[in-house]
């Protein structure tokens, strides 16, 4: 089945000690992205990636860092959470940029 | 810069009944339009979308949605709404002219009445 996955689900950590959600894509697609939520914000883009090795920022970057190995995965790493950083996280991802977006079921994220 | 407004951020429609979701968006040239729908606890899924052509375009689940350049709007209907449609909407203009950056509205999170 066509999927992006997205771990944990749910995650609580304490501010400062660095978190890692992965994200996996099987659909062998070129364009992937991170989103965050917020109430009455919609969602905001963090980061995006055209392909392997190849991230950019996008509205949102502040205190997140990416990287993109390999194809299928495109891991958000958060150094130093702060409770600001409380959101419900998605991940996304397409074939190419021009392409539908598909997106995982999110990490819903409580920095404490 | 660009921007998408949901003017309604919450709306109950009784089963059956017609619904329409409003999106303005502001983008200096021509957008790629979108809506999504968010169900509880899932991810987004893609209704439908607007890159250019017919203004009205037909989308997943019974779904249409009107482009409408004069009045900047790109509003979703459905002439008969179903329990299951109980959800959150998103309308998305594409930022650089596709899907790679999306901007989002604020959503619209629809309560369906038996």
């Known amino acids: 089945e066509a999927q992006v996955t997205q771990n944990p689900r749910y995650l609580i950590t304490v501010t400062g000690k660095k978190l890692t959600v992965t994200c996996s894509q099987n659909?062998?697609?070129?364009?992937m992205s991170w989103y965050r939520q917020d109430p009455g914000l919609g969602l905001r883009q963090i980061y995006y990636s055209m392909n392997v090795e190849v991230t950019d920022k996008g509205d949102v970057p502040e205190g997140y860092k990416v990287s993109r190995k390999e194809k299928r995965n495109f891991p958000l790493i958060l150094e130093s959470p702060s409770p600001n950083q409380t959101s419900l996280y998605f991940c996304a991802s397409s074939l190419q940029s021009n392409s539908p977006l598909h997106f995982g079921n999110g990490t819903r994220l409580t920095v404490t | 810069a660009q921007s998408v407004t949901q003017p309604d951020i919450h709306i109950t429609v009784s089963e059956g009944a017609s619904l329409e979701l409003r999106c303005n968006y502001s983008?200096?040239?021509?957008?790629?339009l979108f809506w999504y729908v968010q169900s509880p606890g899932q991810g987004l899924q893609l209704l439908l979308k607007?890159?250019?052509?017919?203004?009205l375009v037909q989308g997943i689940k019974g779904f249409e949605a009107e482009f409408k350049r004069s009045q900047s709007s790109f509003n979703l209907r459905k002439p008969s709404v179903h329990w299951s449609d109980a959800a959150e909407y998103f309308c998305a203009v594409g930022a650089s002219g596709g899907y790679n950056k999306l901007i989002f509205g604020a959503g619209t999170r629809l309560a369906v009445h038996p």
């Open positions: 659909m062998n697609h070129e364009y």
């Open positions: 983008y200096g040239a021509t957008p790629y």
């Open positions: 607007y890159f250019s052509g017919d203004t």
